[in-house]
């Protein structure tokens, strides 16, 4: 089976602009999480979405979005960059049936300048 | 409010020395725990969890209720042991809050 995918791998934005990233799980999965990780908080949970709904939320700002398709791939959006937002961007998925054990992404690095 | 401690941020160990890295969590539910560890230009990936009670790749980890700590151990490093890992506690069923890492060094 293909890993989970992560696209693009690297991002470059300036602050303000808005930004959107896309995770194809790997197939039969349905739940997609993202989490946000830098050095100096480390891995943060963003949000995790099953069957097209979000089903938990971590404490990020509203500018932080996400959705699911009826395909179970995700998208994450965030709205009026930061220079704080600057992170590795990772999307897990996992079965149902084993939600603790989560297939991680290679993430998308962005940066913004 | 949940909270998962790794308190070393580095370890070095020499090759068939014991390992130990350390995890201590805070959480106010019946907790979940997991270990992650990410190889060098690899994914992050589940190592072993604590309901299961299994040894994988000769690590293992006891969940001490007493002391809150989910630490993982292996009697004997090896080379390919060196990686980064992290502690993790489950909020909900997809839900993870991760520890801040350790990164293991083995020594040859």
């Known amino acids: 089976k293909a890993g989970v995918t992560q696209t693009p791998r690297y991002l470059i934005k300036t602050r303000g602009q808005q930004v959107t990233l896309s995770c194809s799980p790997i197939?039969?999965?349905?739940?997609v999480s993202w989490y946000q990780q830098t050095p100096g908080q480390g891995l943060q949970f963003l949000f995790e979405y099953f069957s097209e709904t979000q089903r938990n939320k971590g404490n990020f700002p509203g500018r932080f979005s996400g959705r699911q398709f009826s395909n179970s791939r995700s998208e994450m959006n965030v709205s009026t960059l930061e220079l704080g937002d600057s992170a590795l961007y990772l999307c897990a998925s996992s079965l149902v049936q084993t939600p603790y054990e989560q297939y991680f992404g290679p993430g998308t690095r962005l940066t913004v300048t | 409010a949940q909270r998962v401690t790794q308190p070393e941020k580095l370890l070095s160990v020499f090759k068939g020395a014991p390992v130990e890295l350390k995890c201590n969590y805070s959480?106010?539910?019946?907790?979940?725990l997991f270990w992650y560890v990410q190889y060098s230009r690899q994914r992050l990936q589940l190592l072993l969890r604590h309901i299961s009670r299994e040894s994988i790749k000769g690590f293992t980890a006891d969940l001490n209720k007493g002391e809150t700590s989910f630490h993982l151990k292996k009697p004997f490093a090896q080379e390919e042991d060196s990686a980064m890992y992290y502690c993790?506690?489950?909020?909900?069923?997809?839900?993870?809050?991760f520890g801040t890492g350790t990164r293991l060094t083995v020594i040859p």
């Open positions: 959480y106010s539910g019946s907790p979940e």
């Open positions: 197939s039969g999965h349905r739940s």
């Open positions: 993790a506690l489950s909020q909900g069923a997809n839900n993870l809050f």
